[in-house]
């Protein structure tokens, strides 16, 4: 996908950002990873006495609807939706990459079909796609990982067709060809490993996509089913009480606004560093 | 001119063909048989009667000629009717569509009011404070995701301050003030999101119209820095952001199914998340075609204005 200029130009203002950045992605991963040793409460245990609470000694970040703790199951929502995005970019990588680069070895008529058939896929809105396959498929991480990966496939598979057919006339190209070597060699040894970079800057973005698109299927109630916690579908729940408190459908907002921007800035800064010539 | 013309319209064609593929075969190929579903658990566990059924709706016939009469009925204009209700999509659609028009255009309005001043802002003001905290401001317009700046907008303006109210719908017609006081909320949130964007395409592009030899000149005459920003660069930078307001357009069509569903606004979204969870196919089939023809529409006319305004755009892709 197309991107304007990095906003975060100046320098000074880009370490910055880089580290707040880097500091709230690795608290989540780390609250993800050990949200099994460090919660402080079960999850799932249900205290009806106890509902939609604001911060109290016992409950540090207050209960949900059922009076469950929640800052317990933020830990455990980290976890499931940068499960689910991370699993879904890895999907969309390995299904998009090959693909793209395959169709730029092979050239000819079944490039061009096969591209603008991609374009169409990237261009048209995902999200409506992934609620209809959803809603035969059912719930769950399963599908969810799936539909997620699947939708995003294209945008990995373009990226690496235009790169891969820049690469591909090359003059290292031709002098390996030139001294026999064959396809797979070629890919293996002077595409792929040229391109790393360019995937990890789609990668970046595609993150951060896949985990607003599950917070979003989530937040409608077509993603990972209750009672499991995911930030989307705690929004999506806690939404109906702020008449009563407003205060704890707040924090899984923070969070996944606090995760996105977080994936956000670090992937311009990688952008940035990675790509010297857009540097201004 | 009538080239390009032609060539967007074989694109346009060729996407909604692809589109119209995807809508078919997700309902097709899916796990769940739509017969099953149709008849209820009860009747369907019949094989006589799922047969009958299947017969009747054409379903035994083999795919690639169902999907030809399926075609031909969207123009005829049947898309079917309603398992739960038993009324034609088409009609349900109709109502819709305009809603959720209005809350796309709505939501373009906020973006550009609020985005384009906010990239003028941090391309004048780089490297100062004022340019800092409006840059910060745009990506966090762009990184959040629409349910959250949604939710806050509600707890700040209908819990808080009690100005708007916090979800519905009503018609136009019925009382245009209440339905304008509506409308406000939902269409800030996905303008919010929109408005990132925009004011990132304008920040570099006046930082880049900026630099000009005719700004230059128009400094070098006189002109103060802030006239010369106004009125000779600011019109020139503001052409390619036009230019990306109208490609990504049809992206606020996705904006809308968390706002329609957070905002209770009963537009297109809001019916097909509905007819999902009843698994009513025949609706999610017809909104889902009637999204991409949308979206399909909105991107062809946006290609067709940026042509006819810029003619290299014309020759971009020949």
Known sequence: MARAPSIVASRRLSSTAVTFSGTILVVMLLAALLADLIGPHDPLSIDPNRILESPTRTFWLGTDELGRDLLSRLMHGARVSLAVAISAVAIAAVVGVPLGITLAYVGGRVETLAMRVVDVFVSLPEIFIAIVVLAFAGGGMTPLIATIGLLYFPQFARVSHSMARSILVRDHVLASRSLGAGPLWIVRKEVVINMYSVIAVQASFTLSFAMLTEAGLSFLGLGVPAPTPSWGQMIGTLKDYIYINAWPVVLPSIALFATVLAVNVLGDCLQDRLNPELRR | ???????????????????????????????????????????????????????????????????????????????????????????????RVPRSLELIVAGLFVAVLLGVPLGVISARERGRPAGTIASIAAVAGFSAPVFVTGILLVIVFSLWLELLPSSGYVAFSDDPLLHLSCLVLPATAIGVAFMGVVARMTRASLSDTMRRDFVRLARAKGLSRELAIRRHALPNALVPVIAIVGIRAGNLLGGTVIVEALFDWPGLSSLLVSASFSRDYPVMQGTLIAIFVIFIVISFLMDLCQGLIDPRVRDRDR
Do not use: C, K
């Not at chain 2, 149709?38 to 999907?67: K, N, S, T, Y």
């Open chain 2, 1 to 95: 001119m009538f080239a390009y013309l032609r060539r967007r319209l074989a694109a346009a064609a060729l996407t909604l063909l692809l589109a119209s593929l995807v809508v078919f075969a997700s309902i097709h190929f899916l796990p769940g048989d739509p017969v099953v579903i149709l008849l209820g658990e009860q009747i369907g566990g019949d094989p006589a009667v799922v047969e009958a059924m299947r017969h009747q709706l054409g379903l035994d016939r083999p795919v690639h000629e169902q999907f030809v009469v399926w075609i031909g009925n969207i123009f005829d204009g049947d898309l079917g009717r309603s398992i739960r209700t038993g009324e034609p999509v088409m009609i349900d659609l109709l109502v």
